[in-house]
Each structure stands twice: as structure tokens, then as C-alpha cells.
């Protein structure tokens, strides 16, 4: 049963923009604190962005630079990561998941919880 699924990804000049989506169900979303990691090829998992529970706390990797904006709608069991000024660096497919401790939002840790399949973004010059 996919508890997570991602959408969104896709083919960008650089500089261009996308906004990645992540349904969860309901089990896996509600009272959970939510992030965005992605790994490139050859490379380790890296955090991207976390939000918490009630959306008012964001955390974000260095590299982002103001760049990326997370967000959610809990109505909808949804977290949403909007991607400007994409960079070929940004280049890699890029997973949510939850975290099953908020507490681990602040460290800038991939998320420990459950994972979607991840949706591919690539970005060229």
C-alpha cells in the first residue's frame, strides 16, 4: 500500500522553477511533521527542507538559499516544496517523508519515518 507519493518533478533550464507535491495518507500525514530530501547520482541522501506539524516552523538546508519555500495543507494531507532558481546542482530525485519525532526537524536530518518513491528533477543548462 504506497503511503506517500510524490509528483511534480520534470526537465528544467536552469534558473526555471517547480513545485513538487507529496500526498500522504491520512495515517502517515496527520500530527506529523513533514520533509523534503533528495539524493543525486552517486551521492548520499541529503536533507532538503522540514516543516512542522502546524506549519509555522521551517527548516532548511544550507545550499537552498532562500531558493526553495516548503509548505502544507493538512486539509488535504499534502507538503508542497516550491523550487526557484534551479540550479544543474539540484539535479536528483527528491523523496518526502515524515518524521516520527518533530523534535527532529531542527537538526536538518533526513526524515526517519515512512518515504514516498521520489519524483525526478533535472536541471540543465
Known amino acids: 500500500q504506497v503511503q506517500l507519493v510524490e509528483s511534480g518533478g520534470g526537465s528544467v533550464q536552469a534558473g526555471g522553477s517547480l513545485r513538487l507535491s507529496c500526498t500522504a495518507s491520512q495515517r502517515i500525514f496527520d500530527g506529523f511533521a513533514m520533509g523534503w530530501f533528495r539524493q543525486a547520482p552517486g551521492k548520499e541522501r541529503e536533507f532538503v527542507a522540514s516543516?512542522?506539524?502546524?506549519?509555522?516552523?521551517?527548516y532548511y538546508a544550507s545550499f537552498v538559499k532562500s531558493r526553495f519555500t516548503i509548505s502544507r495543507d493538512n486539509a488535504k494531507n499534502m507538503v508542497f516544496l516550491q523550487m526557484n532558481d534551479l540550479r544543474p546542482e539540484d539535479t536528483a530525485i527528491y523523496y518526502c517523508g515524515q518524521y516520527r519525532d518533530e523534535r527532529w526537524i531542527t537538526t536538518r536530518r533526513i526524515p526517519q519515518g515512512s518515504r514516498g518513491q521520489g519524483t525526478q528533477v533535472t536541471v540543465s543548462w
Open positions: 516543516i512542522s506539524w502546524d506549519g509555522n516552523k521551517m
